[in-house]
């Protein structure tokens, strides 16, 4: 274990990470990993039951278990969020009324909760238009449909806007990883 400095710094907070198969193994294992040293408590919200399967580069990966389905899970219950990407989770995720419903709980009308997507993550912040004049990043490929839906994009590793943690890729883990713990600790936002 880490110093103990940083091994309980988000003790009492609960974090949800909505996936489905399909998300890309590091963006959901490594932040997880980086939370649970920090002390949270993590819950797994899916839109399936059980296992989800992860897709590690170019085939399927680790079996993640499900604690809660996202028809039955409240944001109001949840510290923070975080969107591992890959590409047929977000896919998936963004045409599902009750995954939708689940992300946009973290966004309120006065304060907006710390929300992390890395990679192609933030195509289900744009599919509930959460991204209207808010400065992102993502997976290049993706970058059109984020600007379509009103986000300032930039390239860089990590960016943060009003507790919204974006990321582009695994090779940016540990900013992303580093920032989301620094904005659960920070709380909530307040919004525009």
């Known amino acids: 274990m880490s110093n103990l400095h940083n091994s309980n710094r ?14 890309e193994q590091s963006e959901l294992l490594s932040p997880q990993a ?9 819950e797994v919200v899916s839109i399936k039951e059980g296992q989800i399967t992860a897709w590690n580069e170019d085939n399927w990966g680790e079996k993640v278990t499900v604690d809660k389905l996202a028809a039955n899970a409240n944001a109001a219950d ?24 689940f992300v946009d709980g973290f966004f309120g009308a006065k304060k907006n909760k710390p929300v992390a ?8 912040l744009a599919e509930i238009n959460k991204l209207r004049d808010k400065k992102v990043t993502s997976y290049p490929s993706i970058k059109s449909d984020l600007i ?3 986000a300032n994009w ?6 943060v806007d009003q507790g919204l943690v974006t990321s ?6 540990d900013a992303f990883n580093a ?9 909530k936002h307040q919004a525009h």
């Open 168 to 173: 582009r890729s695994p090779a940016d883990l």
């Open 117 to 124: 997507a890395i990679c192609h993550a933030p195509w289900l």
């Open 78 to 101: 949840y510290d923070a969020l975080l969107l591992p990407g890959g590409l047929f989770n977000p896919d998936s995720l963004r045409q599902d009324s009750d995954a939708k419903a």
């Open 154 to 159: 930039v390239d860089q590793e990590v960016c």
């Open 148 to 150: 379509n839906a009103g």
């Open 10 to 23: 988000l003790q009492g907070k609960k974090i949800a990470i909505l996936a489905t198969d399909g998300f």
């Open 34 to 42: 980086a939370l649970l040293e920090a002390g949270a408590d993590i």
């Open 179 to 187: 920032k989301f713990i620094e904005e659960i600790l920070e709380g």
